[in-house]
């Protein structure tokens, strides 16, 4: 059975860093291209970053850029979502999904079949 779970989140002080996993079971990890993506209450969910199965492609939202990096290593099974200069508008509900359908590229849309639980992050003062 296919398993996301991530881990990483809490609450940090704007300007701050961190990192969120993204661990996978269930599934050969190099087989799907992953995505990271938010909710904030009353917002709709936005893609965050994606990387494609061999880290070839990665995509980032305008809002994330030079900010965010992310990464996997699929022999751990995990991707990774680095988050430095937080911003309080960057509190959401963060999301890892899998795509097996992008073959060399990803994306920042709804593509996704298999999704994570969420963490939360919260950058506040």
């Known amino acids: 059975q296919l398993q996301l779970v991530e881990s990483g989140g809490g609450l940090v002080q704007p300007g701050g860093s961190l990192r969120l996993s993204c661990a996978a079971s269930g599934f050969t990890l190099d087989s799907y291209a992953i995505g990271w993506f938010r909710q904030a209450p009353g917002k709709e969910r936005e893609g965050v970053s994606c990387?494609?199965?061999?880290?070839?492609?990665?995509r980032y939202a305008d809002s994330v850029k030079g900010r965010f990096t992310i990464s996997r290593d699929n022999a751990q099974r995990t991707v990774y979502l680095q988050m430095n200069s937080l911003k309080p508008e960057d509190t959401a509900v963060y999301y890892c999904?899998?795509?097996?359908?992008?073959?060399?590229?990803?994306?920042?849309?709804?593509?996704?079949?298999?999704w994570g639980q969420g963490t939360q992050i919260t950058v506040s003062s």
């Open positions: 990387i494609s199965r061999s880290s070839t492609s990665t």
């Open positions: 999904a899998a795509a097996s359908s992008l073959y060399g590229i990803c994306v920042l849309r709804d593509v996704y079949s298999d």
